[in-house]
Protein backbone atom coordinates (compact mmCIF):
# COMPACT_ATOMS: atom_id res chain seq x y z
CA UNK A 1 0.00 0.00 0.00
CA UNK A 2 3.16 2.17 0.44
CA UNK A 3 3.96 1.90 -2.98
CA UNK A 4 0.88 3.46 -4.21
CA UNK A 5 1.28 6.21 -1.58
CA UNK A 6 5.02 7.00 -3.37
CA UNK A 7 3.47 6.61 -6.70
CA UNK A 8 0.55 9.05 -5.99
CA UNK A 9 3.18 11.94 -4.55
CA UNK A 10 5.48 11.49 -7.33
CA UNK A 11 2.76 12.33 -10.27
CA UNK A 12 1.34 15.17 -7.95
CA UNK A 13 4.58 16.41 -7.93
CA UNK A 14 5.47 16.14 -11.82
CA UNK A 15 1.87 17.48 -12.48
CA UNK A 16 2.17 20.44 -9.99
CA UNK A 17 6.05 20.83 -11.75
CA UNK A 18 4.09 21.14 -15.24
CA UNK A 19 1.31 23.19 -13.89
CA UNK A 20 4.61 25.96 -13.02
CA UNK A 21 6.71 25.68 -16.40
CA UNK A 22 3.10 26.40 -18.40
CA UNK A 23 2.30 28.58 -15.90
CA UNK A 24 5.62 30.62 -16.13
CA UNK A 25 6.19 29.96 -19.91
CA UNK A 26 2.59 31.54 -20.05
CA UNK A 27 4.18 34.56 -17.87
CA UNK A 28 7.16 35.14 -19.93
CA UNK A 29 5.15 35.56 -23.34
CA UNK A 30 2.59 38.31 -21.76
CA UNK A 31 5.45 39.81 -20.64
CA UNK A 32 7.59 40.00 -24.24
CA UNK A 33 3.88 41.04 -25.79
CA UNK A 34 3.42 44.00 -23.36
CA UNK A 35 7.07 45.40 -22.93
CA UNK A 36 7.82 48.43 -24.81
CA UNK A 37 9.20 47.92 -28.32
CA UNK A 38 13.10 48.54 -28.99
CA UNK A 39 14.66 51.77 -30.74
CA UNK A 40 13.21 51.03 -34.65
CA UNK A 41 16.02 52.10 -36.80
CA UNK A 42 15.10 51.99 -40.97
CA UNK A 43 17.34 50.72 -42.67
CA UNK A 44 19.07 53.13 -45.85
CA UNK A 45 17.51 52.97 -49.27
CA UNK A 46 19.38 51.44 -52.05
CA UNK A 47 18.32 52.72 -55.56
CA UNK A 48 20.52 50.19 -57.63
CA UNK A 49 20.54 46.61 -57.65
CA UNK A 50 20.05 44.51 -54.62
CA UNK A 51 22.69 43.13 -52.22
CA UNK A 52 24.01 40.13 -53.70
CA UNK A 53 23.77 39.14 -49.95
CA UNK A 54 20.12 39.51 -49.64
CA UNK A 55 18.46 35.78 -50.29
CA UNK A 56 15.95 35.21 -53.10
CA UNK A 57 12.95 34.68 -50.83
CA UNK A 58 10.25 37.39 -49.46
CA UNK A 59 11.36 40.58 -49.53
CA UNK A 60 13.24 42.71 -47.00
CA UNK A 61 11.52 44.08 -44.06
CA UNK A 62 13.11 47.83 -44.48
CA UNK A 63 12.58 48.66 -40.12
CA UNK A 64 15.44 47.41 -38.46
CA UNK A 65 15.51 47.04 -34.67
CA UNK A 66 18.71 48.04 -32.73
CA UNK A 67 19.77 45.37 -30.02
CA UNK A 68 20.04 47.08 -26.76
CA UNK A 69 24.14 46.68 -25.45
CA UNK A 70 23.34 43.48 -23.03
CA UNK A 71 21.76 41.46 -25.90
CA UNK A 72 24.92 42.29 -28.13
CA UNK A 73 27.72 41.45 -25.23
CA UNK A 74 25.59 38.03 -24.78
CA UNK A 75 26.64 37.25 -28.33
CA UNK A 76 29.53 34.31 -29.09
CA UNK A 77 31.95 35.84 -30.83
Do not use: Q
Not at 32 to 51: D, L, N, T
Amino acid sequence: MDDYRDLVSAALALFCAGVILVAGHLLIEWHARHAEPGIEVEAPKSGGSPSPLLSNGSPPNRKMIELSTEVRRKRPT
